[in-house]
């Protein structure tokens, strides 16, 4: 009969602390609060960084308005008297509605001949407050 050596093996587990569960919860809860205030970060990034561009597409609008009222001004001889007569006047360069409302869903205010620029229009935007002669209108001077 053979005698075979049976190997043992240890295993040296760590004894379990009742503290532990509490160290836990709180390290997860800190990873929870850096989450949601990555995630504000972000989102509040991605929220001023759309309002810059709709204020920059109300100021393109806006340059694009004025260079059509200076050519209809240019042709007639006169102002329009509202940026529908610019929308008849287009004809190739139709105006869309998008055309005549800014990025806040408000149409342009336009007067002809403006206050400040007797010579044209003055076109402008109430802004994201939809609000006209605020502080947030986008005008170009």
Not at 76 to 90: F, Q, V
């Amino acid at each position: 009969m053979f005698w075979r050596r049976k190997k043992f093996i240890v295993v040296i587990e760590p004894k379990k602390r009742e503290t532990k569960a509490k160290g836990g919860r709180r390290a997860t809860i800190r990873r929870i609060i850096i989450a949601v205030v990555a995630l504000f970060v972000v989102v509040s990034s991605v929220e001023y960084e759309q309002h810059k561009l709709k204020r920059r597409q109300a100021a393109i609008d806006i340059m694009r308005l004025r260079m059509m009222t200076e050519e209809y001004i240019w042709e007639h001889g006169k102002c329009p008297d509202s940026i529908e007569s610019l929308e008849r006047d287009a004809g190739a360069k139709a105006l869309r509605q998008e055309d005549i409302t800014d990025p806040w869903g408000k149409r342009y205010d336009f007067l002809c001949p403006g206050r400040k620029n007797p010579a044209a229009a003055d076109i402008s935007s109430a802004g994201p407050d939809r609000d006209y002669a605020t502080v947030d209108d986008v005008k170009i001077d």
